[in-house]
């Protein structure tokens, strides 16, 4: 039930703020260092401990953060796996913070999930152009989020079957998650990779704008095609003369062409 969710952040709120009596802006929960991180940026603090504390017990190490400032500054030191990040954030709100995570290489690989208020769908599209792993609409049930992080997670493991695909002028290998263009390395997002790779794998395939939402985000969203337009548009930038390898299907979506080897 939704809104157990919240009576239970309010519940869970007051224990925690036992320990916690302080204002904390950055909070690293100690967890070993072989289990995943998961940066929870989040204003709410009922809501950010009710996360923390959920995913704690699903054997997750987590990060706090209650700013978007607190949140890139943990991103940069503490390389989390992914990133649970709210829209409506004091200051620099959750898509000027995903902005920023896409301009650093060193952080554009972290997959982002946006949990927020706005379900509008201009707003879920505007989140996932903007390279949003996936996105959660408050007030929304725990199980789901966890859910959602495994599945995301599952979707940035490299594959072991084939790691380095070539395909043209286009090179990419799926261990290191890093592409090449003519021996060039280039600074892909996490999605933007994903997507470059299912076009790859698929090469001479046309690839339909929803089998690539499947593929690259993990479930369809009705409506927008957009999405997926866009992210070819910013990936045919960065690959510069290697771009000539995508080929746009009027009507129907995309497909990669060239001899793969």
């Given at each position: ?10 519940h ?9 009596m ?5 909070v ?26 959920t ?12 700013t978007?400032?607190?949140g890139?500054?943990?991103?940069r ?6 990133i649970?990040?709210?829209?409506m954030?004091?200051g ?14 060193a952080?554009a ?10 379900g ?11 390279g949003?792993?996936?996105?959660l609409?408050?007030?929304c ?9 495994r599945?995301v ?5 490299p594959?072991?079957?084939r790691?380095?695909?070539?395909c043209?002028?286009?090179e ?7 592409a ?12 933007e ?12 395939k ?26 070819v548009?910013?990936?045919r930038?960065?690959l510069g ?7 746009t ?5 995309y497909?990669?062409k060239?001899?793969?080897?």
């Amino acid at each position: 039930d939704c809104h157990m969710v919240f009576m239970r952040a309010s519940h869970y709120g007051r224990t925690m703020a036992l320990v916690h009596m302080k204002p904390v802006t950055a909070v690293e929960r100690e967890k070993p260092m072989a289990e995943v991180k998961i940066l929870i940026i989040e204003d709410e603090k009922d809501i950010r401990e009710l996360l923390a504390f959920t995913l704690a017990r699903e054997g997750f190490a987590t990060l706090e953060a209650d700013t978007g400032t607190a949140g890139i500054d943990l991103a940069r030191t503490k390389h989390p796996d992914l990133i649970l990040l709210d829209l409506m954030l004091p200051g620099m709100d959750g898509l000027a913070v995903c902005r920023q995570l896409q301009r650093e290489p060193a952080m554009a690989g972290i997959p982002v999930i946006m949990l927020t208020a706005k379900g509008e769908e201009i707003d879920r599209i505007v989140g996932l152009e903007l390279g949003a792993a996936d996105y959660l609409v408050k007030p929304c049930s725990l199980r789901e989020v966890v859910l959602r992080i495994r599945s995301v997670l599952k979707r940035s493991v490299p594959s072991a079957d084939r790691p380095v695909l070539q395909c043209g002028q286009v090179e990419i290998d799926s261990t290191g998650h890093t592409a090449r263009v003519d021996g060039r390395p280039v600074d892909l997002t996490v999605t933007e990779f994903r997507l470059l790779q299912d076009l790859i794998e698929n090469r001479g395939k046309v690839r339909t704008r929803e089998q690539i939402l499947n593929a690259v985000w993990g479930h369809s969203f009705e409506g927008y095609a957009r999405t997926v337009d866009t992210h070819v548009r910013r990936l045919r930038a960065k690959l510069g003369e290697g771009a000539s390898m995508i080929e746009t299907i009027r009507g129907i979506g995309y497909r990669a062409k060239g001899q793969a080897t």
